[in-house]
C-alpha cells in the first residue's frame, strides 16, 4: 500500500452565497435590527441634552451647538427615521404575531407600507420641527 493521500478537493467557504440572494423581508429585517441599536445610541445623545439642559448654561450651550451642527443634524435625522422605522416595523411584527399578513405578497407589500410610513413620518417629523421655531 501506498502512503499517498489523495488530493484534497478544496471546500467551499461559504456555499450559500453563490446561490442566495438579497430579498425586501431579508434587508427589512436587517434594518430592523440596526435602527434597535442606532436607537440605543441615539438615546444616548438624548441623555447627553437633558443632563446638559439640568446642568450650568456653559454645557446646555455646547450640546446645543453640538445638535444645531451639520453633523448634529445629520443624527437627529438619522435617529428620527430609526424611531419611525422600529415603530412602524414593530406593529408590522406584532400584526405577524397574530398570524395574518404571513403570505408572502402581503409580507412584501407591508414591508413596502413601512418604508412609506417612515419617509412620511420623517419628513413630517422634520417640517413639524422647523415649523415650530
Do not use: C
Amino acid at each position: 500500500m501506498s502512503d499517498v493521500k489523495p488530493a484534497a478537493r478544496p471546500r467551499p467557504l461559504s456555499p450559500h452565497l453563490q446561490i442566495y440572494r438579497w430579498q425586501w423581508t431579508m434587508a427589512l429585517s436587517i434594518l430592523h435590527r440596526a435602527t434597535g441599536i442606532a436607537l440605543s445610541v441615539g438615546t444616548l445623545l438624548l441623555v447627553w441634552w437633558l443632563v446638559a439642559a439640568a446642568s450650568d448654561a456653559a454645557s446646555f450651550q455646547t450640546a446645543q451647538e453640538f445638535l444645531g451642527s451639520w453633523l448634529g443634524i445629520l443624527m437627529l435625522m438619522g435617529w428620527t427615521f430609526a424611531f419611525w422605522y422600529h415603530f412602524a416595523n414593530g406593529i408590522r411584527h406584532l400584526i405577524w404575531d397574530t398570524g395574518t399578513w404571513l403570505d408572502l405578497p402581503m409580507a412584501y407589500r407591508s414591508g413596502l407600507g413601512v418604508v412609506i410610513f417612515t419617509a412620511v413620518m420623517t419628513i413630517l417629523t422634520w417640517i413639524a420641527g422647523f415649523a415650530a421655531f
